[in-house]
T-cell receptor, first 117, second 111 residues
Framework: EAGVVQSPRYKIIEKKQPVAFWCNPI?????LYWYRQNLGQGPELLIR????????DSQLPKDRFSAERLKGVDSTLKIQPAELGDSAVYLC???????????????FGQGTRLTVV | AQRVTQPEKLLSVFKGAPVELKCNYS??????LFWYVQYSRQRLQLLLR??SRESIKGFTADLNKGETSFHLKKPFAQEEDSAMYYC?????????????FGTGTRLTVIP
C-alpha cells in the first residue's frame, strides 16, 4: 500500500507563475483534505472534499487558489499567480467517510515543498 | 472557535527520563483529541487518539476536560522518540471532520 501519494515533492517557481499539486488518496477513502504548513507552524486546512464535493473551503484564498476532485478520487490544488508568501509545504490527506460519526484516522502524504522566489 | 496550543516549541530530555508534551485546547463542545508524530524524513502519522485510551510506543495521553488538556506522556524516553509532535482537535459529532493542529513540539532525546 503506497498510502497517499503527492507530486511533485519539491517545486521552485518565480512569483506570479502558476503552480499545481497533485494528490492520489488511499483507495476507498471518500474524504480528502489539502493542508498548508508554514515553517514552524502546524498544518492548516485549506479545503476538504467528501467525494467530489468541496464541503469546506472557507480557508482557501479563492482569489488565487483553486482545487478540484472531479471523479471523487485524485485531486489537484492550483495557485495562480503564486506569491512569495505561498512558500510552504502543501499536504494532502485522506480518510474514510468523514460524515460518519466517530473518529476516522487521516492519512497524510509526504507533501509538496513549494518555494516561491 | 477552536484552538490548540502547544506551549513548547522545543523539548529536550535525556534517554530514560520521563517526558511530557503539553497540549491545551479551547472548544465549547466535546472534541476528539489526537497526537500526530512526524519522524525525520517521514510523513505525518497518527500516534494516538483519546477515544482509544491506548498506549502506543509507550506513550499515553489523557483527556482532561476540566483543564482542557491532552498532554502526551512517556515514563522513559528513547532516542527513537525524537520527532515533531502535533496535537490536533476534531470537533465532535457527525460531519465535523476537520482537524485543527497545534504548532508542534520538537522532542529531542539526548543519548
Amino acid at each position: 500500500e503506497a498510502g497517499v501519494v503527492q507530486s511533485p515533492r519539491y517545486k521552485i517557481i518565480e512569483k506570479k507563475q502558476p503552480v499545481a499539486f497533485w494528490c492520489n488518496p488511499i483507495s476507498g477513502h471518500n474524504t480528502l483534505y489539502w493542508y498548508r504548513q508554514n515553517l514552524g507552524q502546524g498544518p492548516e486546512l485549506l479545503i476538504r472534499y467528501e467525494n467530489e464535493e468541496a464541503v469546506d473551503d472557507s480557508q482557501l484564498p479563492k482569489d488565487r487558489f483553486s482545487a478540484e476532485r472531479l471523479k471523487g478520487v485524485d485531486s489537484t490544488l492550483k495557485i495562480q499567480p503564486a506569491e512569495l508568501g505561498d512558500s510552504a509545504v502543501y499536504l494532502c490527506a485522506s480518510s474514510l467517510d468523514g460524515r460518519a460519526s466517530g473518529s476516522t484516522e487521516a492519512f497524510f502524504g509526504q507533501g509538496t515543498r513549494l518555494t516561491v522566489v | 472557535a477552536q484552538r490548540v496550543t502547544q506551549p513548547e516549541k522545543l523539548l529536550s530530555v535525556f534517554k530514560g527520563a520521563p517526558v511530557e508534551l503539553k497540549c491545551n485546547y479551547s472548544y465549547s463542545g466535546s472534541p476528539e483529541l489526537f497526537w500526530y508524530v512526524q519522524y525525520s524524513r517521514q510523513r505525518l502519522q497518527l500516534l494516538l487518539r483519546h477515544i482509544s485510551r491506548e498506549s502506543i510506543k509507550g506513550f499515553t495521553a489523557d483527556l482532561n476536560k476540566g483543564e482542557t488538556s491532552f498532554h502526551l506522556k512517556k515514563p522513559f524516553a528513547q532516542e527513537e522518540d525524537s520527532a515533531m509532535y502535533y496535537c490536533a482537535l476534531r470537533k465532535g459529532g457527525p460531519g465535523a471532520n476537520n482537524l485543527f493542529f497545534g504548532t508542534g513540539t520538537r522532542l529531542t532525546v539526548i543519548p
